[in-house]
């Protein structure tokens, strides 16, 4: 009595700890060694094995085995079906025989190869979700008694422990896989196209800059690829295999904007019903990309200032400082020197985010690209629309050349979208390409206005044009002025637009 109650505690013990362990490990294999080991001594068993099921296959494997003969094992493979451990795997059903010599389904021909002899054998299924992947097994026991009705118990137990295993690691290998394709698909679609002389420049740039934690300042026109640039600067340093966070500060209020920089506490706000965790906290041990901004308020800029000074922030409505490893990244398309000699953006903050700057060309700069650009752009929605034949005319390649581009790659890129569109599913033609001249606005400038007159005007006027091209569509009048959705909603309430 005393020994069944220590065996039975120690087993307990053990799967604990077991458990633990398959919980949180990666291992397979040491698992599943680990899972044997533990079976046969607590059952004081001679040796043992865990044979998985391969499905193509259908033979099943030793993955891990105890006792003298353990290595050679290993070599072995057993037919679904065939002898103890192939029926137990077919049938799905436990089985003990205590006199292996006495049953039909033995299959001595492992055991007479390996010249180890085998009396009794305990052999339990490992299932996931009702199917059977495997099988754990052990023969004998120590002192040369036979296995009994208990020991089938036990090793029932340890194969569903197996399982999990199992299943857990199949868990961690789809989503390593997904995460690894995931990472080789943004990749493709992230990278930056050409071979001219300025695209080579920007990119020695960046490369360099990639191996330091030096904030980076992008600069560029809409539509240039200055996040392109930033996720390359990400992909190229010590810091790829973490997070990289791009937040577009023209999308955003102010308050907003803080909330999602830094985050905030349940109750800070009307609406704040959990806590959420801001961009610089997602972005430790890795890099934050903050495109526009420019467009950044003057209090905003002095929270930032702070965060960037001190290496600490505060979630809104918190009390705990939360300090984070992060690497800064910024961009605009507005001539930032100048709104400092201005005023409207401040000295001190300019600095911070100046450490290095990169000027990113426009398209009209390197117009050497634009063939190359093309073709990669068509190849993309080739695929999309299921038109592999479809191809670029000479005459729509020299009408893209001798166009001047306002809004470089992302205006490439829609116009070549519209144009696998509206064609014919053949041929891309000039006439397909949304290519219009850029004195179509009327800006309706006149000497007196004030600047700021004259910039709202302009506007106005500009959102007018891109909703009359996209048939008044917000999200690609939006994507063409290189601006969110969000933004353009707002620019279209505060100047009364339809």
Known sequence: MTTKKVSTESLVERLSEISSWVSSSQD???????????????????????????????????????GEKKQQLKSFTIKLGQGIAGHVAQTGEPILIADVSNDALWDNSISHSLR??????????????????????????????????????????????????????????????????????????????????????????ALKVANSNTSTLVLGESGTGKELLARLIHRASPRKEGPLVVLNCAAL???????????????????????????????????????????????????????????????????????????????????????????????????????????MPSLRERKEDIALLADYFLDEFRRERGLPNLKLSDQAIQRMLKYDWPGNIRELSNAIERAVVMGDGQTISPEDLPIFNSQTCDTGLEVGLTLKEALNRFKKEFISLNLDHTDGNRSKAAKLMGIQRTYLSRLISKYGLR
């Open 116 to 205: 180890f002899e085998t009396q009794s054998i305990a052999c339990v299924p490992m299932q996931i979700d009702g199917e059977v992947v495997g099988v754990l097994e052990v023969i004998d026991k120590i002192d040369g008694s036979p296995l009994h009705a208990s020991d089938l118990d036990h090793l029932s137990v340890f194969s569903e422990v197996a399982a999990r295993a199992i299943k857990n690691a199949k868990r961690f290998e789809r989503v390593h896989r997904e995460y690894h394709d995931l990472r080789e698909e943004l990749a493709s679609k992230h990278q930056i196209i050409g071979k001219s002389r300025a695209l080579k420049r920007i990119t020695t740039e």
């Open 253 to 359: 209020q102010e308050t907003l904007l803080e909330a999602e920089l830094f985050g905030y506490e349940k109750g800070a706000f009307t609406g704040a019903l959990k806590r959420k965790i801001g961009k610089f906290e997602l972005a430790d041990g890795g890099t934050i990309f903050l495109d526009e901004i420019g467009e950044m308020s003057a209090g905003m800029q002095a929270k930032l200032l702070r965060v960037l000074q001190e290496g600490v922030f505060y979630r809104v409505g918190g009390n705990d400082s939360i300090s984070v490893d992060v690497r800064v990244i910024s961009a605009t398309n507005r001539d930032i020197s100048q709104e400092v000699k201005e005023g409207t953006f401040r000295e001190d903050l300019f600095y911070r985010l100046n450490i290095v700057t990169i000027q």
């Open 28 to 66: 397979l294999e040491q698992l599943l060694e680990l899972i044997l080991e533990t079976a046969t001594g607590i059952l004081n068993a001679k040796a043992g094995s865990i044979l998985l099921l391969e499905s193509r296959s259908q033979n099943l494997v030793f993955k891990a085995a105890t």
